[in-house]
């Protein structure tokens, strides 16, 4: 195989990082995320985010930061407002049902959350023989590669707000959406528009972790008990602080957000010339091109990506995703190789 | 400070893992643990354990290994039988509960279950007014520092066979407890005297990671639907996989633990020698010398470590904790000084 | 207000299961389950679907049979299928979930699944990020009074089996299905074609219980278990023991159905030949008129009946049930009544 | 057999219930607990707590009621103590454990809870490592047929407040505890010590039902949403409703108590004035005498009964229950038979 743009974890971690964990390494630290790598990591954020009360926590992964959030906010009769191809409705393997709470899902085409599919989706539930909705989970950028706007994030934030729901975003591909070309929105507005978050590290340059950001001073209560009990707190805690102080020391996330995301522009421009169609608009570090099966198959000897969705008998959308780690010699062989196959 | 004994997670990892984390770190590789590392890794492993009909599974840490196992082995009504101390009884916030499952307490002075206490839970539970124990937990070494003999083992495992009952063995500090002076057990004796345990590696030089080898082949059924719901799969999973590649590839895992305990020998040799009573006899790499409040206020001047349990209104014990990371000028001048306050 | 449509559940009990339940009353009997009534209910069931290898079991209610069921069944990472309009997926507030299970839901107009709608699930879950559905929920009736005709149930029942899915059969409303005038399966055959099914009292003349019916011999093992735990043991089982004894010893629970019916024939029959449309065909003892808002709220001035749902701005489907225990004047009464308003 | 002494449920429900179940049983009305019975049996139990601010539900059985409760109060970190020989630590097949939470054990001779057990156990949870104890489970009478005085219970009210302890008080016999010769507690005083408990219906005269009381604002929220999900809510509700209302519309609840405790005391100084020595000093319905094995042996032949426990390898504790519809001839009976018995 050529390369892989299967997906944003195929490589390590980027080299400061790995640095800083061996320049770090034989110093003495509190155990469970109580050391000093953690607070400055936090410090640092709380600065990004421009919110010295949010709560700041570190956990290993998505899934596990999803979980944690998700079972630490809802009663037991609550339920979670996502869309259909959300994350934690696909691919969570019902991590959120294991934890006793029932998804609700809205249809979405773009993987994106609609103040009118929230109010249907209340409007259904009228009493104790349903669930209660309580949450509303958006990721940005989503699982089809689209993201939210100032002005869209705003109406759901306001719409949620309105109706006693609370608003939980998943960052796992946080740094991608806001490198995107078409984005607005930074972290202070993030920070302002829902009640909890998480900054993606694992798919952003870190060798893993994801940084939960609490707004909500509701929420805050004895998190560190949620994450001690769903096994998301490492003793060694100390690599995840490390990483997020790398991160954020800087402006390496959004250095590394940008170098993936204009890999991805350079492949799906070009492709877009060639006269692509795409499942959605490439924004950001994922890229489904529509092909025919026949190229697809083509394409897959030399390359590693997955197949997204069957559009018709005769052609699928693929996925493509690129990262800090994609080399631009790589995207450039492709693009050549995809020309020659492309007729 | 001069130095912290409090635990065997203040350091970062050896230096063998970090240097084959950064040689790998730019091999583009599958996610989620079906990397060529984790493959070696498990490969390794079943030589050592001689078992090449065993599933080998990563996990980031303890307290995810045991609820992701016991959860998976359990029906709804079924229990786990685990000594008072023991980890998931005490320190993992009802992680095992939260998965659904009571947990039968075995009253033990020493970390270990005996056959008799399982025999009196079991005459304990008749019928279907109360749960049913369907399996047994134990640590090795346990978390009062005692380890297992193989004969205790062998007669645990005898009576679980007997009993329609499995048998988990908690290996955070497995490899503290198989290089103890007192051990006679090998990998390959745990192997076939277990249903599964887990091998820790972040107490044992890694940066994070316990292997989970499942030896009874009715348990590994679908056993990475259970990793993924529980949010223990790394996308990143080629981290875990380097670090235990290092660890088995040639006798680093048992070098660590066998430097740890001679550490922790070194302490409670002499102490034993100078007069100290121990909550346990110190076989491994944790110490829990009897001490008077006053001394303890003293040492707790310059060294970090935790009262594990007041004795009476005058003495109690303390836990200290020697790891592949301590120094062994930390400790002769911790022992230089500890002379110096003791009277 | 004249008359309550608004259930099947508005009245207390069939008179005979009052005098049993009066007769037996000061008999000293065995709790929980394990008295003569609940045996000989036992036995006159086995007779009933001549079988007598089924497990049978007592519990109070619809939501509480199918938590127990299901739950048992499961493992954690095993998800249910079920139409969009089921029972467990709309009307039990989460239950299913909050045992930690996803519903994988199948788009459904008339209640009902398909084999079609299974596969096209089967093909949509692939690996171990997502869950593994292994149980089929089919209600019959159904939640949209729909009946499942023999051929339908024998096409479903193979592909489960093929497929290693388990059936589960919630029969809330069983006896009205199978007195339905559409009907051609006898409890024999449900017996024959599902791993577990759930015969409705509480819904057909009794004034609680449902009879539990486990077919599949793996599905049986500690099955009391799973009730305790779950709250569905009654102390005073004999409560229901009794009433399957009425129930079954001679063909009450058939009779009881087939006047329900002969009521909602009588409306529907009516209503059709007036010109009304129907949400489904008119099987069963639901009915489900669309009818002008305005005529709606009319009858609604003397008749309780829910709206099912909205049909558009000016129309709506509205369901009307029937019991063991509507009377027939009432019924004349309605339709007369009926004919007035509609012009 | 002569006669049944095994527990208070042999029967079925005191002939006043039956009779108004028979009266109401044509009366149209609504479903699931919404009714004209259970309301008018709310403002009864209102009354007679003398707090018209409570919220009262019905469900069918204890289990069910300390599930729905203590699920419904804790999250899911927090956990419940309860005395070693409780209700749901022993006989709810892991019910609570299977809702998600610890239960931490008090060891206690009398089934009673004190202060100082709440306290150590509190001592011993310390942070995120451990659950957080934060509701107290007492029963009254308790399992073995100890009352709590007024003066006790107030003691552990006021320590429950003063650690932002919640207080459930189990009353499957309240009305034996309340109608104990040694009782000094009302209804109202309960009501203002606890934050909820549960009035026990079944073992006091219903054919099935416990009333919720939910005295603590912060606990009503929605708490209906918590029964229908627990498959607690009978769609036929009016059936506890009627039961309650003839409990609690004059004076039954407490005579068929006070029946029930007078059968108890004949056998209970009768055998003490033979001699006998008791488990615990017997003062409501359930009557532990100390009996040697030989005895117990013959006994048994005619008499239903439970041994509760071992004493030592000749004598053996054993449990005699009465109940509301226990007959006088029967303990007389009992008594001169036993006479004869015993030497």
Redesign the interface.
């Given at each position: 195989m050529l390369?892989?743009f299967?997906?944003d974890?195929?490589?390590?971690?980027h080299?400061n990082i790995?640095e800083a964990?061996?320049k770090?390494?034989?110093?003495?630290?509190?155990?469970?995320g109580l050391d000093s790598h953690c607070k400055e990591a936090e410090r640092l954020i709380k600065n990004k985010i421009n919110n010295n009360d949010a709560d700041i926590h570190f956990v290993?992964?998505?899934?596990?930061?999803n979980?944690?959030i998700i079972?630490?906010i809802l009663?037991?009769?609550e339920?979670v407002i996502c869309a259909s191809t959300g994350h934690i409705n696909?691919?969570?393997?019902?991590?959120i049902?294991?934890?006793?709470?029932?998804?609700n899902?809205m249809e979405s085409d773009d993987g994106k959350i609609s103040v009118e599919g929230i109010k249907k989706i209340l409007d259904e539930h009228a009493d104790?023989?349903?669930?209660?909705p309580r949450l509303v989970f958006i990721s940005n950028s989503t699982e089809l590669g689209t993201i939210y706007k100032k002005e869209e994030l705003k109406e759901i934030s306001e719409f949620c707000k309105a109706n006693d729901l609370y608003l939980h975003l998943d960052g796992a591909r946080l740094g991608s959406a806001l490198a995107s070309r078409e984005n607005d929105l930074t972290l202070e507005d993030i920070t302002n528009l829902v009640d909890v978050f998480y900054i993606g590290g694992?798919?952003n340059g870190a060798?893993?972790g994801e940084a939960i950001v609490i707004n909500n001073k509701e929420l805050k209560t004895?998190f560190?008990?949620?994450?001690?009990?769903?096994?998301?707190?490492?003793?060694?805690g100390?690599?995840l602080g490390v990483q997020f102080v790398e991160l954020f020391k800087e402006d390496l996330f959004f250095e590394v957000a940008r170098h993936a995301n204009l890999m991805a522009y350079k492949i799906s421009d070009e492709l877009e010339h060639l006269g692509c169609e795409f499942l959605t608009k490439p924004v950001s570090n994922q890229v489904f091109p529509i092909l025919d099966n026949e190229l697809i198959e083509k394409l897959s000897e030399d390359y590693?990506f997955n197949i997204e969705r069957k559009i018709n008998d005769n052609k699928s959308a693929i996925r493509l995703v690129t990262s800090w780690?994609t080399e631009e010699d790589a995207v450039d062989e492709f693009i050549c190789n995809f020309k020659k196959l492309y007729k």
């Open positions: 390369y892989n299967r997906n974890y195929s490589e390590g971690a080299n790995l964990l061996l770090s390494n034989l110093e003495q630290e509190n155990g469970y290993s992964g998505g899934t596990q930061a979980l944690i079972s630490s009663r037991s009769y339920s696909v691919h969570e393997t019902g991590a049902e294991a934890t006793g709470h029932k998804i899902i104790e023989h349903m669930v209660k694992t798919k060798l893993l004895n560190r008990y949620n994450i001690k009990q769903k096994g998301g707190m490492l003793a060694k100390r690599l590693g780690a």
